[in-house]
């Protein structure tokens, strides 16, 4: 299995998917023109990952903003990963970063953390 990786634009987050590893990351901006186009090889690329995933994988989801349409994807991205801790037993973490003092990243990782329930979620503040 391939590893992906994005280069980060002014509309789009860096992605680095490493399959050898099991670290997972997606950092920056998510407001692309087309965001199914963008996001729809990453979530092919969970559900090919889920067939041979490592025992333990880590997801790091640091963005300083994203628009309504990616968070249902951003969404999707998590419910693979818990799908996949559910279905094969491994162990999944995921950590959302949010800087201290941007409250709209914080109550959206809050959200999240409270449907993302069978995975470890960490809230994680990042210091200014």
Known sequence: MQKYELRETATTPYVNLDPDTGVIRMEGRSIPENVIDFYQPIL?????????SQLETIVHLKFEYFNTSSSK???DIMKKFEKLAVDTGKKVTINWYFEEDDEDIYFAGNDYKALINKVDF??????G
């Open 44 to 52: 092919r690329w969970i559900d090919e990952y889920a067939t041979s």
């Open 122 to 127: 960490n809230l994680v503040e990042i210091k």
């Open 73 to 75: 994807r951003i969404f």
